[in-house]
């Protein structure tokens, strides 16, 4: 899945994946691109020690994962996003 995606696309889930409160579930959603997945390509986009640095924030993000997400409500969310 990842050869079909354009440069601008990598840059985004990259960005997406770096972020704490983007879930790797609303990766997949936009990409199709599972969890399992998107680490493959940051590991593969990335240099070994920024890889290790960011596998260890995610490891350690409850925020990262929808499930393990302590709230559900009360976000606030923009009218422009769907």
């Keep these: 899945m990842a050869s079909s995606l354009s440069s ?36 593969q986009q990335m240099t070994p020690s920024s890889y290790r640095m960011w596998r260890d924030r995610v490891n350690t993000r409850a925020t990262k994962h929808l499930k393990k997400r302590p709230f559900e409500v009360g976000r606030f969310k923009s009218k422009n996003q769907k």
Excluded at 31 to 39: A, H, R, S, W
């Design 8 to 43: 601008a696309d990598i840059s985004r889930i990259i960005e997406m994946a770096w972020e704490d409160r983007t879930p790797f579930e609303a990766i997949e959603h936009q990409y199709g691109l599972p969890e399992k997945e998107t680490k493959a390509l940051m590991k």
